[in-house]
């Protein structure tokens, strides 16, 4: 039942920024945490950061600390991902996705391109 729609993906020069933005419905109690993947081509999903809806503690991969900034809004049910300082291999198809016991549920990708 629950729904998540990743955004805000495109094409931008490194150095630059991008907000990504998931947005959820459907929410359950069940629901522990909100998390970010990435998948490049030819390459294995990669978890990218996390934010749990309990009390806000955050994970970060290290490939993105000090990079990104993950945050969440909770009445409008949007977990947001703030990425800078971006490189050409951050490229990837971005998702976000549920975090419950055994079980994890998907949105659609956004694409983030970032060009040398």
């Known amino acids: 039942e629950v729904q998540l729609q990743a955004s805000g993906g495109g094409l931008v020069q490194a150095g630059g920024s991008l907000r990504l933005s998931c947005a959820a419905s459907g929410f359950t109690f069940d629901v522990y945490a909100i998390a970010w993947f990435r998948q490049a081509p030819g390459k294995e999903r990669e978890a990218v950061s996390c934010?749990?809806?309990?009390?806000?503690?955050?994970y970060y991969a290290d490939s993105v600390k000090g990079r990104f900034i993950i945050s969440s809004d909770n009445r409008k049910n949007t977990v947001y991902l703030q990425m800078y300082s971006l490189k050409p291999e951050d490229t990837a198809v971005y998702y976000c996705?549920?975090?419950?016991?055994?079980?994890?549920?998907w949105g659609q990708g956004t694409l983030v391109t970032v060009s040398s």
């Open positions: 996705s549920t975090v419950e016991r055994g079980l994890r549920r």
């Open positions: 934010i749990t809806r309990s009390d806000g503690s955050t």
